[in-house]
Structure formats: structure tokens, C-alpha cells
């Protein structure tokens, strides 16, 4: 069923007439053109679709858009301010994190979301936080390593 829905993407108020049960992972990418949210596994484990919604992770790809009504979404697009990569980008780059760069959106806004609960984790509540999001290359050392320093 078509619906309009009001919501706040990356800081600028967005109104759309979907079909509400469609998953956001679509009309992100299919409707707004925001090809950084990532279609990974489709089936809610791999976190390469994981966006923000009010400030918490959430996994795009089985989630309806019906959910984000007068809500705010963040994806990576909207991460940087002014043209200035937030600390968590800056990390991952500073650790070599990225190794091919597809979970790296969904790696990072997960990581906002885990810092924004608890800013100064430990390694291992870290570890913990990051375990549903997975990296097919093996960068997991450096992706802790990036998340440790942008934690400080």
C-alpha cells in the first residue's frame, strides 16, 4: 500500500509516496540514489546494509520504510559535516580499515552507534558490539584498531 512518509534524511527533510512495506535498503538506494547503504546477504546477518535510525543501527535490508516515519535516518553519505570526515572515518583510514569497502558503511555507522552508547569501550565490548557485522576480506583487527582510536 502507497503511503507518504515524512522523515529526516542526513539532515534534510525528506517526503516520500512508497509502498510502505517496502524495505529502506530500496528506496535508499533505488529511490534516493544512496548507494552506500549495501545490499549484502539480504537476510539481516552480514550488517553491510546497516544505517541509523534516531541514532541507532538498524539493518536496511529488513527494515520498511513505514518505520522511519518522523524519524531521523543517517546513512554514510551523511556521516561527513562540511565537507569534513567524522573521527570514525578519519580512524578507519588512519588504520588501513578498509580493505575492498563494501561493509565499511555499515561497519562505521554501526560503530557510531556503539560509541554514541558507550563512548570509551573497552576492546572486547568492542568486539562484542562489531560481531554482527562481518567483514568478508579480514580486516577485522584494523576495523578494531580504528574504532579503539576514534573511541579516544
Not at 37 to 48: D, H, P, Q, S, V
Not at 91 to 97: G, L, S, T, V
Not at 134 to 145: D, V
Request: net charge positive; proline share 3%; hydrophobic share 40%.
Amino acid at each position: 500500500m502507497k503511503e507518504t512518509i515524512n522523515f529526516n534524511l542526513n539532515g534534510k527533510s525528506t517526503r516520500l509516496t512508497v509502498d510502505s512495506e517496502r524495505m529502506l535498503l530500496w528506496v535508499l538506494r533505488t529511490d534516493l540514489g544512496l548507494t552506500g547503504t549495501k545490499y549484502g546477504c539480504g537476510i539481516n546477518l552480514c550488517g553491510a546494509c546497516t544505517v541509523l535510525v534516531n541514532k541507532e543501527a538498524v539493518r536496511a535490508c529488513h527494515y520498511p520504510v513505514k518505520y522511519v516515519k518522523d524519524k531521523e535516518v543517517i546513512t554514510i553519505e551523511g556521516l561527513a559535516r562540511n565537507g569534513k570526515l567524522h573521527p570514525l572515518q578519519d580512524a578507519f583510514i588512519e588504520h588501513d580499515a578498509i580493505q575492498c569497502g563494501f561493509c565499511i558503511p555499515g561497519m562505521i555507522l554501526n560503530a557510531y552507534s556503539l560509541l554514541l552508547k558507550n563512548p570509551h569501550p573497552s576492546r572486547e565490548e568492542i568486539i562484542d558490539g562489531m560481531n554482527d557485522n562481518l567483514c568478508r576480506c579480514g580486516a577485522h583487527n584494523r576495523i578494531i584498531q580504528a574504532i579503539e582510536t576514534a573511541a579516544k
